[in-house]
């Protein structure tokens, strides 16, 4: 099974000129055969010596950066701290039989040969760079070389068997083995390099990217291409750089199942995950690093259909960044990492944002795009850069993941005043991968939900060992000036895994990687998703409980200024409780910020524990406010949990952290038969806005359907987990539907969320004039009632759309 370990890559200040529309006008590289098998060039493409020396010095220049000021802040920290390291690095390199280094030994951790050759490459970078207190030693580059060689001779060898994790040998070793080596390659002998170079053959042989299949696919295929490819630079090997460059090719297109891009901007790895934080971010970092190496080379990348590349920037990965924060919803296992070996900063949803926001730079510069739609992706990336400042410990600039190239680009995007920061964008995206992001002007919000499509959540390698409910409708939520470090600031090493905001789930004890690895747990129900007219959305999920008995049906509708929670239908026989998580705020080190029910101040004593009856309001200061319109009976708790990133990520820290949270919730009692709720999200710090808000109406909240009516918005939102009615509306098939009156305009948005269906019919209780656009997929049938036939066959889950003209826009019994 694939795995990934990722290690931050530095920008380049070096552009190359291959130009979008020579891109497109060009052949593809190579031809690719039926069943995914790739059909290899017959001859490699022609190549002078000084090709080779070209693409070397230009991959120097990827790692190092061009020209900045060595001595000029933020660069004088940073290359003294690289400086640092490196000759920490080289005083306890140790070479020895069964290690290079006594805290790495080698035999049975193949990350441990990884972790070497990343040492390794470290201390060359400081070489390589000015200003690091060791540049230019040539005492540092013999250590260098020293430990390549060791390594060659005793752990990866050009006869050595694998052991432990197939990504190590094919990946993570060579990636890091080959940086090093061009960094220091002036001090290398030809059979140095021979030895490394036949190594890499042996564990990276031809035959990996032979066929799109197995660990050759989507990020670990764009991984192995970009070792093949050094390989062939640092080797002087024609053939092998032709290959890499043909062997991305099956990546490009558009997948419908499976790992890859997907039209709609959902991106899968592992089948089953949802991944575009992580897997997805390391294969646009590839394509950056790989256009810009080999542009304007005998192996330039010629496919045309690496144009959904670059589109996928802004319709896959810009959708799930926000305020520079990369949303945990979308990077799987990545999110139990934190602390790990000498990193002194927690991996985040801000350092893996920071990635991303490096990547898109590199791709902007590699010269592969339209200059309209680099100065796009600048402009997005000079605002998230901007708005993250102020609002985190862990600005762009400041991370010490972000080396010197990447900082460079960054703080000359920042000085250039012909590109604009860009606002975020307003809206709702809804993914075919069961993930839905909603945007307003003043916050945002994203919900995360599993089918028989995706899986509940993923473990392996020991990672990722509580995630067990993040896709059973977890609700985050972010303002633009607020709340932002909110999942960054040791919130997965301590929240409650039973409590996650937003799920519906037993408590039932689970065991670490309950379920199987890799995304074995998969629900057996399929209806998950949800109708948009790219404003607004109804989303709605058939929970089924991981190793549970429990069922359930939840809906959230996301509106303007708010987003409307439903559940119903709830049961369960495990014995134990069920729960739903309106809330679990991290309140961080302090912890006490005010919470306000009906107007009366709370508690702020730790371990304050209430049952809120009847409670209409609640507020959690600085954070935003719930409205429960029925009356409610809520469960409040304010505690400090302390836990370690090893509990959940074997690998990582044991450091212990400790942070305070404030918890809201329903319990639905043991066992229960038919439970349900209601409630209001207000991402609103207006201490005010739940005592003047005027909820939306709830039509319907059963097992079979669940609706709402935003009066002043005119929207009507309905998901019916059956053919039934809710008020105006009538469909004789589950379906998900968005009505929204303007003017004297009904837009009407359909979808199936169980991907399953071929066609729903929808009868609305008004009256239309005529159609004035809509989805060919969509037949007006009837203008009163009207009546709509939507065709949803290779839908995918997305809304067919229709737009009618009627002389007025209300609706019966609506507004």
């Known amino acids: 099974m694939s795995t990934h370990r990722h290690e931050p890559e530095p920008v380049p200040l070096w552009g190359a000129g291959l130009s979008r529309r020579k891109l497109l006008q060009l052949g593809t590289a190579a031809a690719l055969a039926a069943a995914g098998s790739l059909t290899l060039p017959a001859t490699p493409a022609a190549a002078a010596e000084d090709d080779f020396d070209t693409l070397r010095g230009r991959w120097q220049q990827l790692l190092t950066g061009g020209d900045f000021d060595a001595t000029a802040a933020p660069y004088v920290d940073v290359l003294a701290r690289l400086g640092t390291q490196a000759g920490q690095f080289a005083s306890t390199m140790t070479p020895g039989a069964a290690a290079l280094w006594p805290d790495l030994p080698l035999g049975h951790v193949s990350n441990n040969i990884t972790q070497s050759y990343v040492r390794l490459k470290t201390m060359a970078l400081a070489y390589a760079q000015p200003g690091t207190g060791v540049s230019s030693d040539a005492a540092l580059a013999s250590q260098v070389a020293a430990g390549l060689d060791h390594l060659s001779a005793h752990a990866y060898t050009a006869t050595n068997a694998t052991y432990d994790n197939w990504w190590d040998w094919q990946i993570g070793a060579p990636k890091s083995l080959l940086d090093a080596c061009i960094l220091v390659y002036p001090t290398l002998g030809a059979e140095q390099v021979a030895a490394y170079c036949a190594a890499i053959d042996h564990f990276v042989p031809d035959s990996v990217v032979a066929s799109y299949s197995g660990t050759s696919t989507g990020a670990n295929r764009a991984d192995l291409c970009k070792v093949i490819a050094l390989r062939g630079v640092v080797g002087k090997n024609a053939a092998k750089i032709a290959l890499a460059s043909s062997a991305l090719s099956p990546i490009f297109p558009y997948v419908t199942t499976g790992d890859g891009l997907y039209a709609d901007g959902s991106f899968i790895q592992h089948t089953d995950i949802p991944y575009t934080g992580t897997y997805g971010e390391v294969m646009l970092g590839d394509f950056s690093w790989l256009f810009a190496l080999l542009a304007d080379s005998p192996w330039a990348v010629t496919d045309p259909q690496a ?204 065991a670490d990687g309950e379920g199987g690895a890799w995304g074995a747990p998969r629900p057996a129900a399929t209806w998950a998703g949800g109708a948009t007219d790219g404003t607004y959305a109804s989303l709605g999920q058939d929970v089924r409980g991981l190793s549970s008995t429990l069922t359930a049906k939840k809906s959230w509708f996301c509106l303007s200024d708010s987003i409307v929670c439903l559940g119903a239908g709830i049961e369960a026989a495990d014995g134990v409780p069920i729960e739903t998580i309106v809330d679990n705020r991290n309140l961080g080190v302090r912890g006490t910020q005010p919470l306000v029910v009906d107007g009366r101040h709370q508690p702020t004593t730790p371990g304050w524990r209430q049952e809120l009856r009847r409670a209409r309001s609640v507020t959690i200061g600085g954070a935003g406010s719930y409205l429960f319109p029925e009356g409610a009976t809520i469960h409040a708790l304010r505690e400090a949990r302390t836990g370690t990133w090893h509990d959940i990520n074997t690998s990582s820290s044991t450091q212990e952290v400790t942070r305070s949270y404030l918890t809201l919730w329903f319990d639905h009692g043991t066992d229960p038969e ?101 989805d060919p997929a969509i037949d007006l049938t009837d203008r009163h009632p009207i009546t709509l036939r939507a065709d949803v066959s290779g839908a995918h889950g997305a809304s067919r759309v229709v737009h009618l003209a009627t002389r007025t826009p209300a609706l019966h019994g609506c507004w």
């Open 674 to 774: 038919g439970a349900h709720y209601s409630y209001v999200l207000l991402p609103d710090t207006d201490p005010d806005v739940a005592q003047r808000h005027r909820a939306p109406r709830i039509l319907a909240n059963t097992a079979q359907v669940q609706a709402v009516v935003d009066v002043p918005e005119r929207v009507l939102a309905a998901n019916f987990f059956s053919a039934g009615s809710a008020g105006p509306l009538h469909v004789d098939a589950p379906c998900s539907i968005l009505v929204r009156a303007r003017h004297n305009t009904l837009t009407i948005a359909v979808s199936d969320p169980t991907q399953t269906g071929t066609s729903v019919t929808v009868t609305l209780d008004a009256t239309a004039v005529r159609a004035l656009d809509a």
């Open 307 to 510: 144009a959904n590349i670059l589109d996928s920037v802004t319709r896959a990965y810009t959708p799930f960044v926000y305020n520079g924060i990369a949303l945990d919803g979308v990077s799987g296992r990545a999110i139990s990492r934190g602390l790990q070996g000498s990193n002194p900063v927690a991996q985040s949803d801000h350092t893996r944002g920071h990635a991303l926001i490096s990547d898109i730079l590199r791709l902007a510069a590699s010269g592969t795009a339209s200059p309209a739609q680099s100065a796009a992706w600048k402009a997005t990336v000079k605002g998230w850069i901007t708005r993250e400042a102020p609002l985190t410990s862990l600005p762009y600039l400041s991370d010490p993941g972000v080396a010197i190239p990447e900082l460079a680009r960054a703080q000359a995007l920042l000085t250039d005043s012909t590109i604009p920061a860009a606002a975020e964008p307003i809206g709702h995206r809804l993914f075919a991968m069961d993930r839905a992001v909603h945007r307003r002007p003043d916050w945002a919000a994203a919900v995360s939900m599993c089918s028989a499509r995706t899986t509940y959540y993923e473990n392996g390698n020991g990672e990722n060992l509580r995630g067990w409910h993040t896709s059973n409708g977890m609700t985050y939520w972010w303002g633009t000036d607020h709340n932002n470090d909110q999942y960054s600031d040791g919130f997965w090493p301590t929240v409650d895994p039973y409590r996650l905001p937003g799920t519906t789930v037993s408590t039932k004890p689970l």
